[in-house]
Protein backbone atom coordinates (compact mmCIF):
# COMPACT_ATOMS: atom_id res chain seq x y z
CA UNK A 1 0.00 0.00 0.00
CA UNK A 2 1.33 3.57 -0.97
CA UNK A 3 1.87 6.25 1.59
CA UNK A 4 -1.02 8.17 -0.25
CA UNK A 5 -3.68 5.30 -0.02
CA UNK A 6 -2.06 5.36 4.18
CA UNK A 7 -2.66 9.00 4.10
CA UNK A 8 -6.38 8.71 2.96
CA UNK A 9 -7.38 5.78 4.87
CA UNK A 10 -6.46 7.62 7.93
CA UNK A 11 -8.61 10.17 7.14
CA UNK A 12 -11.67 8.37 5.95
CA UNK A 13 -11.09 6.97 9.86
CA UNK A 14 -10.80 10.33 10.95
CA UNK A 15 -14.29 11.44 9.56
CA UNK A 16 -15.81 8.28 10.86
CA UNK A 17 -14.92 9.44 14.34
CA UNK A 18 -16.13 12.91 13.28
CA UNK A 19 -19.56 12.18 12.02
CA UNK A 20 -19.84 9.55 15.20
CA UNK A 21 -19.28 11.86 17.55
CA UNK A 22 -21.53 14.93 15.93
CA UNK A 23 -24.16 11.85 16.30
CA UNK A 24 -23.42 11.22 19.96
CA UNK A 25 -23.28 15.47 20.74
CA UNK A 26 -27.69 14.92 20.36
CA UNK A 27 -28.07 13.47 23.49
CA UNK A 28 -26.91 14.93 26.99
CA UNK A 29 -25.57 11.16 28.17
CA UNK A 30 -23.30 10.83 25.48
CA UNK A 31 -22.46 14.10 24.42
CA UNK A 32 -19.02 14.92 26.40
CA UNK A 33 -18.14 11.12 24.82
CA UNK A 34 -19.06 12.34 21.48
CA UNK A 35 -17.02 15.44 22.04
CA UNK A 36 -13.83 13.30 22.96
CA UNK A 37 -14.17 10.89 19.66
CA UNK A 38 -14.64 14.14 17.22
CA UNK A 39 -11.67 15.27 19.37
CA UNK A 40 -9.95 11.47 18.57
CA UNK A 41 -10.51 12.37 15.28
CA UNK A 42 -9.24 15.70 14.65
CA UNK A 43 -6.00 14.63 16.26
CA UNK A 44 -5.46 11.78 14.12
CA UNK A 45 -6.36 14.41 10.96
CA UNK A 46 -3.21 16.80 12.14
CA UNK A 47 -0.50 14.14 13.31
CA UNK A 48 -1.18 11.99 9.51
CA UNK A 49 -1.05 15.86 8.09
CA UNK A 50 2.45 16.91 9.44
CA UNK A 51 4.02 13.48 8.96
CA UNK A 52 3.20 12.92 5.63
CA UNK A 53 4.43 16.94 4.43
CA UNK A 54 7.50 16.58 6.16
CA UNK A 55 7.04 20.00 7.37
CA UNK A 56 9.56 22.56 9.95
CA UNK A 57 7.76 22.25 12.94
CA UNK A 58 8.83 25.23 14.57
CA UNK A 59 6.32 27.55 14.11
CA UNK A 60 3.99 25.05 14.17
CA UNK A 61 5.22 23.96 18.08
CA UNK A 62 5.42 27.77 18.68
CA UNK A 63 2.02 28.45 17.22
CA UNK A 64 0.27 25.07 19.40
CA UNK A 65 2.39 26.43 22.72
CA UNK A 66 0.52 29.63 22.46
CA UNK A 67 -2.61 28.78 21.32
CA UNK A 68 -2.70 26.28 23.79
CA UNK A 69 -2.11 28.67 26.20
CA UNK A 70 -4.73 31.46 25.34
CA UNK A 71 -6.72 28.47 25.68
CA UNK A 72 -6.26 27.56 28.54
CA UNK A 73 -6.63 30.79 30.37
CA UNK A 74 -9.82 30.73 28.25
CA UNK A 75 -11.16 27.94 30.34
CA UNK A 76 -10.26 29.36 33.51
CA UNK A 77 -11.17 33.05 33.39
CA UNK A 78 -14.13 32.69 31.20
CA UNK A 79 -17.48 32.49 32.57
CA UNK A 80 -20.83 30.83 31.64
CA UNK A 81 -22.38 33.96 30.94
CA UNK A 82 -19.46 35.14 28.53
CA UNK A 83 -19.96 31.88 26.09
CA UNK A 84 -22.32 33.29 23.59
CA UNK A 85 -19.15 35.91 22.63
CA UNK A 86 -16.48 33.34 22.92
CA UNK A 87 -18.19 31.51 20.34
CA UNK A 88 -18.75 33.70 18.51
CA UNK A 89 -14.42 34.84 18.53
CA UNK A 90 -14.17 31.31 18.01
CA UNK A 91 -15.81 31.03 14.92
CA UNK A 92 -14.62 34.75 13.86
CA UNK A 93 -10.91 33.00 14.26
CA UNK A 94 -11.66 29.79 12.60
CA UNK A 95 -12.90 32.23 9.27
CA UNK A 96 -9.39 34.02 9.90
CA UNK A 97 -8.12 30.67 9.63
CA UNK A 98 -8.93 30.11 6.22
CA UNK A 99 -8.73 33.44 4.60
CA UNK A 100 -5.01 33.08 5.61
CA UNK A 101 -4.08 29.52 4.36
CA UNK A 102 -6.33 30.50 0.66
CA UNK A 103 -3.61 34.14 1.16
CA UNK A 104 -0.74 31.81 1.83
CA UNK A 105 -1.51 29.35 -1.25
CA UNK A 106 -1.90 32.41 -3.60
CA UNK A 107 1.24 33.79 -2.55
CA UNK A 108 2.83 30.19 -3.48
CA UNK A 109 1.28 31.10 -7.29
CA UNK A 110 2.76 34.03 -6.88
CA UNK A 111 6.15 33.19 -6.67
CA UNK A 112 5.36 29.91 -9.13
CA UNK A 113 3.69 31.29 -12.01
CA UNK A 114 0.05 29.84 -12.47
CA UNK A 115 1.17 27.62 -15.52
CA UNK A 116 3.49 26.24 -13.33
CA UNK A 117 1.47 26.02 -10.24
CA UNK A 118 -1.24 24.51 -12.80
CA UNK A 119 1.12 21.57 -13.73
CA UNK A 120 3.04 20.70 -10.46
CA UNK A 121 -0.51 20.40 -8.68
CA UNK A 122 -2.15 18.64 -11.78
CA UNK A 123 -4.94 20.99 -11.18
CA UNK A 124 -7.08 23.67 -13.44
CA UNK A 125 -6.25 26.85 -12.74
CA UNK A 126 -9.61 28.21 -13.46
CA UNK A 127 -10.66 25.86 -9.94
CA UNK A 128 -7.78 26.87 -8.09
CA UNK A 129 -8.34 30.69 -8.17
CA UNK A 130 -12.35 30.10 -7.66
CA UNK A 131 -11.62 28.03 -4.54
CA UNK A 132 -8.96 30.55 -3.13
CA UNK A 133 -11.04 33.64 -3.31
CA UNK A 134 -13.98 31.65 -2.03
CA UNK A 135 -11.96 30.54 1.03
CA UNK A 136 -10.70 34.04 1.27
CA UNK A 137 -14.72 35.79 0.87
CA UNK A 138 -16.46 33.38 2.76
CA UNK A 139 -13.28 33.52 6.00
CA UNK A 140 -13.25 37.48 5.65
CA UNK A 141 -17.21 37.72 5.87
CA UNK A 142 -16.89 34.86 8.79
CA UNK A 143 -13.98 36.96 10.69
CA UNK A 144 -15.89 40.31 10.62
CA UNK A 145 -19.32 39.20 11.13
CA UNK A 146 -17.61 37.14 14.18
CA UNK A 147 -16.39 40.37 15.83
CA UNK A 148 -19.02 42.53 15.06
CA UNK A 149 -21.78 40.00 16.61
CA UNK A 150 -18.88 39.46 19.55
CA UNK A 151 -18.88 43.24 20.31
CA UNK A 152 -22.83 43.03 20.62
CA UNK A 153 -23.39 40.29 22.64
CA UNK A 154 -20.44 41.90 25.00
CA UNK A 155 -22.36 44.45 25.28
CA UNK A 156 -19.22 46.75 23.97
CA UNK A 157 -21.58 47.51 20.56
CA UNK A 158 -25.38 48.28 21.28
CA UNK A 159 -27.50 45.43 21.26
CA UNK A 160 -29.99 47.18 19.00
CA UNK A 161 -30.40 46.24 15.06
CA UNK A 162 -27.87 49.61 13.62
CA UNK A 163 -30.01 50.53 10.04
CA UNK A 164 -29.60 53.78 8.10
CA UNK A 165 -31.08 54.90 4.76
CA UNK A 166 -29.39 52.92 1.49
CA UNK A 167 -28.19 50.75 3.75
CA UNK A 168 -29.85 47.37 2.04
CA UNK A 169 -28.76 49.32 -1.83
CA UNK A 170 -25.39 49.94 -0.26
CA UNK A 171 -25.02 46.19 0.75
CA UNK A 172 -25.97 44.99 -2.77
CA UNK A 173 -23.63 47.16 -4.26
CA UNK A 174 -21.08 45.29 -1.78
CA UNK A 175 -22.05 42.22 -2.97
CA UNK A 176 -22.40 42.84 -6.65
CA UNK A 177 -18.36 44.07 -6.36
CA UNK A 178 -17.08 40.99 -4.46
CA UNK A 179 -18.60 39.04 -7.47
CA UNK A 180 -16.86 41.14 -10.36
CA UNK A 181 -13.85 40.94 -8.37
CA UNK A 182 -14.22 37.15 -8.03
CA UNK A 183 -15.02 36.56 -11.66
CA UNK A 184 -12.39 38.91 -12.79
CA UNK A 185 -9.41 37.36 -10.39
CA UNK A 186 -10.35 33.56 -11.62
CA UNK A 187 -10.16 34.24 -15.01
CA UNK A 188 -7.32 36.27 -14.96
CA UNK A 189 -3.79 35.10 -15.60
CA UNK A 190 -1.87 38.35 -14.80
CA UNK A 191 -0.69 37.97 -11.38
CA UNK A 192 -0.04 41.51 -10.83
CA UNK A 193 -3.21 42.23 -11.99
CA UNK A 194 -4.82 38.90 -9.76
CA UNK A 195 -2.76 40.18 -6.82
CA UNK A 196 -4.75 43.76 -6.74
CA UNK A 197 -7.45 42.03 -6.95
CA UNK A 198 -7.35 39.11 -4.30
CA UNK A 199 -6.39 42.62 -1.55
CA UNK A 200 -9.56 44.26 -3.13
CA UNK A 201 -11.54 41.32 -2.04
CA UNK A 202 -9.85 41.25 0.62
CA UNK A 203 -11.44 44.49 2.20
CA UNK A 204 -14.32 44.16 0.37
CA UNK A 205 -14.99 40.65 2.36
CA UNK A 206 -14.36 42.19 5.60
CA UNK A 207 -16.53 45.00 5.32
CA UNK A 208 -19.31 43.06 4.50
CA UNK A 209 -19.13 41.16 7.58
CA UNK A 210 -19.27 44.15 9.26
CA UNK A 211 -22.59 44.92 7.32
CA UNK A 212 -23.90 42.32 7.27
CA UNK A 213 -24.05 41.83 11.09
CA UNK A 214 -24.72 45.65 11.85
CA UNK A 215 -28.60 44.98 11.02
CA UNK A 216 -29.17 42.22 13.17
CA UNK A 217 -30.56 42.93 16.33
CA UNK A 218 -29.64 41.28 19.96
CA UNK A 219 -32.99 39.56 19.50
CA UNK A 220 -31.80 37.21 16.72
CA UNK A 221 -27.98 36.76 17.75
CA UNK A 222 -29.01 32.82 18.67
CA UNK A 223 -29.37 32.64 14.78
CA UNK A 224 -26.80 34.48 13.47
CA UNK A 225 -23.87 33.05 16.05
CA UNK A 226 -25.12 29.16 14.32
CA UNK A 227 -25.42 30.67 10.60
CA UNK A 228 -21.62 32.52 11.40
CA UNK A 229 -20.91 28.56 12.61
CA UNK A 230 -21.87 27.24 9.29
CA UNK A 231 -19.81 29.83 7.16
CA UNK A 232 -17.02 28.97 8.89
CA UNK A 233 -17.26 25.17 7.92
CA UNK A 234 -17.61 26.40 4.80
CA UNK A 235 -14.60 28.02 4.69
CA UNK A 236 -12.55 25.45 6.25
CA UNK A 237 -14.37 23.46 2.99
CA UNK A 238 -13.10 26.28 0.93
CA UNK A 239 -9.30 25.87 2.58
CA UNK A 240 -9.28 22.23 2.21
CA UNK A 241 -10.03 22.46 -1.81
CA UNK A 242 -7.21 25.07 -1.68
CA UNK A 243 -4.81 23.17 -0.38
CA UNK A 244 -5.73 19.34 -1.26
CA UNK A 245 -6.66 18.15 1.64
CA UNK A 246 -9.67 15.97 1.95
CA UNK A 247 -10.26 15.38 5.94
CA UNK A 248 -10.62 19.52 5.79
CA UNK A 249 -13.21 19.42 3.44
CA UNK A 250 -15.03 16.34 4.96
CA UNK A 251 -14.80 18.52 8.30
CA UNK A 252 -15.81 22.11 6.90
CA UNK A 253 -18.80 20.23 5.28
CA UNK A 254 -19.98 18.60 8.65
CA UNK A 255 -19.39 21.94 10.31
CA UNK A 256 -21.19 23.69 7.10
CA UNK A 257 -24.55 21.26 7.26
CA UNK A 258 -25.07 20.94 11.02
CA UNK A 259 -24.60 25.14 11.54
CA UNK A 260 -27.18 25.42 8.50
CA UNK A 261 -29.69 22.94 10.07
CA UNK A 262 -29.49 24.27 13.09
CA UNK A 263 -29.86 27.91 11.72
CA UNK A 264 -33.19 26.81 9.95
CA UNK A 265 -34.46 24.89 13.11
CA UNK A 266 -34.14 28.29 14.86
CA UNK A 267 -35.42 30.25 12.50
CA UNK A 268 -38.53 27.86 12.36
CA UNK A 269 -38.42 28.08 16.11
CA UNK A 270 -39.33 32.05 15.63
CA UNK A 271 -41.46 31.89 12.82
CA UNK A 272 -39.37 33.69 10.40
CA UNK A 273 -37.41 33.30 7.23
CA UNK A 274 -33.33 33.34 7.55
CA UNK A 275 -33.88 36.59 4.96
CA UNK A 276 -36.01 38.30 7.31
CA UNK A 277 -33.96 37.38 10.31
CA UNK A 278 -30.98 39.30 8.14
CA UNK A 279 -32.12 41.41 6.19
CA UNK A 280 -35.31 42.87 8.44
CA UNK A 281 -33.46 45.55 10.90
CA UNK A 282 -35.44 43.46 13.79
CA UNK A 283 -34.61 45.95 17.42
CA UNK A 284 -33.57 48.89 15.17
CA UNK A 285 -36.90 50.77 17.12
CA UNK A 286 -38.02 50.26 20.76
CA UNK A 287 -41.26 49.25 21.59
CA UNK A 288 -44.00 46.56 21.37
CA UNK A 289 -45.45 47.79 18.33
CA UNK A 290 -48.76 47.78 19.64
CA UNK A 291 -50.74 49.85 21.73
CA UNK A 292 -48.62 50.82 25.29
CA UNK A 293 -49.82 49.44 28.47
CA UNK A 294 -50.30 51.88 31.07
CA UNK A 295 -50.46 49.42 33.79
CA UNK A 296 -48.15 49.19 36.43
CA UNK A 297 -46.49 45.56 36.81
CA UNK A 298 -47.16 43.75 40.46
CA UNK A 299 -44.12 43.82 42.71
CA UNK A 300 -44.37 40.70 45.16
CA UNK A 301 -41.63 39.61 48.23
CA UNK A 302 -39.95 36.38 48.25
CA UNK A 303 -41.92 35.47 51.26
CA UNK A 304 -45.08 36.31 49.78
CA UNK A 305 -43.89 34.11 46.84
CA UNK A 306 -43.06 31.21 49.18
CA UNK A 307 -46.53 30.83 50.33
CA UNK A 308 -47.44 30.06 46.53
CA UNK A 309 -44.98 27.75 46.29
CA UNK A 310 -45.37 25.64 49.41
CA UNK A 311 -48.96 25.08 48.47
CA UNK A 312 -48.18 24.83 44.49
CA UNK A 313 -48.12 20.94 42.78
CA UNK A 314 -46.98 21.82 39.73
CA UNK A 315 -43.95 24.03 38.79
CA UNK A 316 -42.38 25.02 35.62
CA UNK A 317 -38.97 26.88 35.43
CA UNK A 318 -38.40 28.64 32.02
CA UNK A 319 -35.08 30.34 32.29
CA UNK A 320 -33.39 33.18 30.15
CA UNK A 321 -30.52 34.89 29.65
CA UNK A 322 -30.81 36.43 33.17
CA UNK A 323 -30.43 32.61 34.86
CA UNK A 324 -27.30 33.13 32.69
CA UNK A 325 -25.88 36.44 34.51
CA UNK A 326 -27.05 35.56 37.82
CA UNK A 327 -24.94 32.18 37.30
CA UNK A 328 -28.56 30.83 38.97
CA UNK A 329 -28.96 27.66 37.58
CA UNK A 330 -27.42 25.39 40.94
CA UNK A 331 -29.45 27.03 42.85
CA UNK A 332 -32.56 27.06 40.44
CA UNK A 333 -31.85 23.33 40.91
CA UNK A 334 -31.75 23.09 44.41
CA UNK A 335 -35.10 24.75 44.38
CA UNK A 336 -36.76 22.66 41.88
CA UNK A 337 -34.96 19.46 44.45
CA UNK A 338 -36.83 20.80 47.19
CA UNK A 339 -40.20 21.19 45.08
CA UNK A 340 -40.59 17.62 44.36
CA UNK A 341 -39.51 16.63 47.97
CA UNK A 342 -42.80 18.66 49.17
CA UNK A 343 -44.63 16.89 46.53
CA UNK A 344 -44.67 19.06 43.65
CA UNK A 345 -43.82 18.49 40.24
CA UNK A 346 -41.20 20.69 38.70
CA UNK A 347 -39.83 21.12 35.29
CA UNK A 348 -37.68 22.94 32.91
CA UNK A 349 -39.57 24.90 29.96
CA UNK A 350 -36.61 25.49 27.18
CA UNK A 351 -37.26 27.50 24.05
CA UNK A 352 -34.79 26.88 21.30
CA UNK A 353 -33.54 30.69 20.91
CA UNK A 354 -33.72 31.43 24.83
CA UNK A 355 -30.48 33.24 25.86
CA UNK A 356 -27.70 34.44 23.41
CA UNK A 357 -26.65 31.51 21.40
CA UNK A 358 -27.91 28.14 20.37
CA UNK A 359 -28.45 25.78 23.12
CA UNK A 360 -27.58 28.32 25.85
CA UNK A 361 -30.06 27.38 28.73
CA UNK A 362 -29.10 23.65 27.93
CA UNK A 363 -25.39 23.60 28.42
CA UNK A 364 -25.87 26.22 31.37
CA UNK A 365 -28.59 23.36 33.05
CA UNK A 366 -26.67 20.34 32.23
CA UNK A 367 -23.85 22.23 33.55
CA UNK A 368 -25.88 21.94 37.03
CA UNK A 369 -26.93 18.65 36.29
CA UNK A 370 -30.40 19.04 36.07
CA UNK A 371 -31.82 15.48 34.75
CA UNK A 372 -32.23 15.65 31.10
CA UNK A 373 -36.05 14.27 30.99
CA UNK A 374 -36.59 17.49 33.26
CA UNK A 375 -36.11 19.64 30.31
CA UNK A 376 -39.09 19.93 28.06
CA UNK A 377 -39.97 21.30 24.59
CA UNK A 378 -42.17 24.14 23.95
CA UNK A 379 -44.46 21.97 22.06
CA UNK A 380 -44.47 19.94 25.41
CA UNK A 381 -44.81 22.25 28.12
CA UNK A 382 -47.80 24.38 26.30
CA UNK A 383 -50.38 22.04 26.77
CA UNK A 384 -49.68 21.61 30.34
CA UNK A 385 -49.75 25.54 31.08
CA UNK A 386 -53.51 25.90 31.86
CA UNK A 387 -52.98 23.16 34.41
CA UNK A 388 -49.44 24.80 35.88
CA UNK A 389 -50.08 26.61 39.62
CA UNK A 390 -46.63 28.43 38.97
CA UNK A 391 -44.68 29.25 36.21
CA UNK A 392 -41.25 31.12 37.10
CA UNK A 393 -39.89 33.04 34.25
CA UNK A 394 -36.02 33.55 35.14
CA UNK A 395 -34.55 36.46 33.34
CA UNK A 396 -36.59 35.35 29.91
CA UNK A 397 -37.97 38.33 27.57
CA UNK A 398 -38.78 37.71 24.17
CA UNK A 399 -39.54 33.87 24.02
CA UNK A 400 -42.77 34.68 27.09
CA UNK A 401 -44.09 37.38 25.45
CA UNK A 402 -47.67 37.71 24.50
CA UNK A 403 -47.52 39.94 22.07
CA UNK A 404 -46.09 37.34 19.90
CA UNK A 405 -49.68 35.66 19.82
CA UNK A 406 -52.15 38.54 20.66
CA UNK A 407 -50.30 41.94 18.85
CA UNK A 408 -50.32 41.66 15.22
CA UNK A 409 -48.38 45.40 14.94
CA UNK A 410 -45.72 43.52 17.69
CA UNK A 411 -42.33 42.68 15.70
CA UNK A 412 -42.00 39.23 17.04
CA UNK A 413 -46.14 38.69 16.31
CA UNK A 414 -46.62 34.81 15.11
CA UNK A 415 -43.37 33.48 16.97
CA UNK A 416 -44.06 30.55 19.16
CA UNK A 417 -43.75 30.93 22.57
CA UNK A 418 -43.64 29.51 25.81
CA UNK A 419 -46.95 30.23 27.09
CA UNK A 420 -45.96 30.89 31.01
CA UNK A 421 -49.35 33.68 30.62
CA UNK A 422 -51.65 30.77 30.73
CA UNK A 423 -50.40 29.43 34.35
CA UNK A 424 -52.37 29.79 36.93
CA UNK A 425 -49.72 31.97 38.68
CA UNK A 426 -46.88 33.81 37.24
CA UNK A 427 -43.02 34.86 39.02
CA UNK A 428 -40.94 37.30 37.24
CA UNK A 429 -37.60 37.54 38.17
CA UNK A 430 -35.87 40.09 37.31
CA UNK A 431 -33.07 42.77 37.84
CA UNK A 432 -35.39 45.75 37.02
CA UNK A 433 -38.22 46.98 34.89
CA UNK A 434 -36.46 47.35 31.51
CA UNK A 435 -36.84 45.74 28.66
CA UNK A 436 -35.35 42.83 27.01
CA UNK A 437 -32.08 42.35 24.73
CA UNK A 438 -34.23 42.74 21.91
CA UNK A 439 -35.50 46.18 22.94
CA UNK A 440 -39.39 45.14 23.05
CA UNK A 441 -41.89 45.39 25.68
CA UNK A 442 -43.06 42.42 27.28
CA UNK A 443 -47.17 42.47 28.43
CA UNK A 444 -46.85 39.51 30.39
CA UNK A 445 -45.46 41.84 33.33
CA UNK A 446 -48.45 44.05 33.86
CA UNK A 447 -51.47 40.92 33.33
CA UNK A 448 -53.36 40.18 36.24
CA UNK A 449 -51.93 36.70 36.99
CA UNK A 450 -48.19 38.32 36.85
CA UNK A 451 -46.14 38.93 40.21
CA UNK A 452 -42.58 40.62 39.96
CA UNK A 453 -39.98 39.55 42.25
CA UNK A 454 -37.07 42.12 41.92
CA UNK A 455 -33.58 41.64 42.25
CA UNK A 456 -30.49 39.61 41.22
CA UNK A 457 -32.07 36.27 40.54
CA UNK A 458 -29.44 33.95 42.36
CA UNK A 459 -30.04 35.70 45.72
CA UNK A 460 -33.99 35.65 45.13
CA UNK A 461 -33.70 31.71 44.22
CA UNK A 462 -31.33 31.33 47.47
CA UNK A 463 -34.21 33.34 49.77
CA UNK A 464 -36.68 31.01 48.28
CA UNK A 465 -34.61 27.69 49.01
CA UNK A 466 -33.54 28.88 52.69
CA UNK A 467 -37.59 29.61 52.72
CA UNK A 468 -38.23 25.94 51.99
CA UNK A 469 -35.37 24.44 53.96
CA UNK A 470 -37.06 26.98 57.19
CA UNK A 471 -40.07 24.90 56.85
Not at 15 to 36: C, E, P, Q, Y
Not at 179 to 204: I, M, N, Q, R
Not at 236 to 243: E, Q, T
Request: charged content about 15%.
Amino acid sequence: MEANDLINLAYVVAATLFVFGIKMLGSADTARRGNLVSGLGMLLAVVVTLLADGLDYTWIIGGLIVGSAIGLVAARMVKMTAMPELVALFNGFGGLASLLVAWAEFEKIRGMGWAVYEMEMQSNAKFSGFVIYAAMLIGGVTFTGSLFAYGKLSGKLSGSAIVFGGQKALNILLLIAILAVGVVFTWSSDLELTYKLFLSGVGLALLFGIMGVMPIGGGDMPVVISLLNSLSGVAASAAGFVIYNNVLIVAGCLVGASGLILTVIMCKAMNRSLGNVLFSGFGAASGGGGDDDDREPKALSVEDAFYVLEAASSVVFIPGYGMAVAQAQHVVKELAELLEENGCEANFAIHPVAGRMPGHMNVLLAEADVEYEKLLEMDTVNPMMPTVDVAIVIGANDVVNPAAADDPQSPIYGMPIIEAHKAKTVFVLKRGQGKGFSGLVNKLFVMENTCMIYGDAKATISSLVNELKGS
